[in-house]
């Protein structure tokens, strides 16, 4: 995986897998991102107004705030500003469940296991975007 001409960009992982924490932070850390991770969605608002990442990986089957909820609750709180949400999950995504994905903010969908280069690209077009939209 690598770093393409976006820069190193700010991205909370929130999940309750601590393999998957693990392995993306390690994958995105090794591109020059800088990472946070949370182990459940309770702080995950908290953490975005402290932190101002550019993404957000939010696992949507999570104990307590799930990561549908916390994109619904961002996108709400910031509106066109917030983050580029990706959703991660460890089961199929239907299309219902892209549906519901996107009426709640997110940008991307992955599932468990990510693979590499599928998540180097969506941080990649994350980064484009924001760049896109940054004020000149």
Do not use: W
């Not at 990561?67 to 995504?93: D, K, M, N, Q």
Request: charged residues 25%.
């Amino acid at each position: 995986m690598a770093m393409d001409d976006v820069g190193s960009l700010r991205i909370l992982i929130v999940d309750d897998n601590p393999d998957t924490l693990l392995t993306l932070g390690m994958l995105l850390k090794a591109d020059g991102h800088v990472i946070r991770t949370l182990a459940n969605g309770t702080r995950a608002i908290e953490a975005v107004g402290e932190f101002e990442p550019d993404i957000c990986i939010l696992d949507i089957q999570m104990p307590g705030a799930n990561g549908l909820v916390i994109g619904r609750e961002l996108t709400e709180a910031y509106g066109a500003a917030h983050p580029f949400l990706i959703a991660i999950s460890g089961r199929f995504f239907s299309a219902a469940d892209r549906l519901v994905a996107l009426k709640c903010g997110f940008d991307h969908f992955l599932e468990k296991p990510a693979d590499p280069r599928e998540l180097s690209s969506v941080v990649n077009e994350a980064g484009r975007r924001k760049s896109v939209g940054a004020p000149s």
